[in-house]
């Protein structure tokens, strides 16, 4: 156990809908990174916040939203879902702000779009 | 495409033997890699990393080795045991706060 929780584990959605995935990180660190990973395109890095502001921009698309909490919670809001968003959504947290600190990542949410 | 990849997509290896993971990677810049072992159904764990000032460097039953000239890392694993069974990763820092992974190679033990 990682000590990063992510909820929900599972989400079945149609397309054009909307849904928020949560992430808690381990307890004292400020950092959380999301990862998105398909099939096709492996493991892609999204976005990091590093103690409630944006640090690092990935492969996001605008549809994309997240944001950090003053808790250090994290969300990532997907929009306008298409089947292609279908794919595992990892969360990721470390205690430093560079991302070669090491990053305990969460059980991930997986993302149905039909 | 993508700057970090691996030779192989899948590794069969018998419980016992060494493993070795191969990494290629196109962008000279980078400046740290890291490798990581995502079991099923579970998010990728850290093994170990490298700076690129160094050529080897090992922990408990790993070593990674970084060949700048040829733009090649390594992850080998001692002993291979059942429980190594997993996708291994290897990721390039591209800059202080961007990892970009590879595909990942599958390796399977056999008893």
């Known amino acids: 156990d990682s000590g990063v929780t992510q909820t929900p584990k599972h989400l079945i959605t149609a397309t054009g809908q909307r849904v928020t995935l949560r992430c808690s990180p381990r307890?004292?660190?400020?950092?959380v990174y999301w990862y998105q990973q398909s099939l096709d395109q492996g493991l892609q890095f999204l976005i990091q916040y590093y103690n409630g502001e944006e640090r690092a921009k990935g492969n996001i698309l605008e549809r994309f939203s997240a944001q950090q909490f003053p808790d250090l919670h994290s969300e990532l809001n997907l929009s306008s879902l298409e089947l292609g968003d279908s794919a595992l959504y990892f969360c990721?947290?470390?205690?430093?702000?560079?991302?070669?600190?090491?990053?305990?990542f969460g059980p991930g949410t997986r993302l149905t779009v039909l | 495409g993508e700057s970090v990849g691996l030779h192989l997509p899948t590794l069969s290896v018998q419980e016992g033997d060494n493993s070795i993971i191969n990494c290629a990677y196109s962008?000279?810049?980078?400046?740290?890699f890291i490798w990581y072992k995502q079991e099923s159904g579970k998010g990728p764990q850290f093994i170990i990393d490298i700076r690129s000032n160094m050529d080897k460097r090992q922990g408990q039953r790993v070593t990674v080795l970084l060949n700048k000239t040829v733009k090649h890392l390594s992850l080998q694993i001692a002993a291979t045991q059942p429980g190594d069974s997993a996708v291994y990763f290897c990721?390039?820092?591209?800059?202080?706060?961007?990892?970009?992974f590879g595909a990942g190679t599958t390796v399977t033990v056999r008893a």
């Open positions: 990721a947290s470390s205690g430093g702000g560079r991302s070669y600190n090491e990053q305990f």
């Open positions: 990721a390039e820092g591209i800059n202080d706060y961007k990892l970009s």
């Open positions: 307890s004292g660190d400020l950092s």
């Open positions: 962008n000279s810049a980078s400046d740290y």
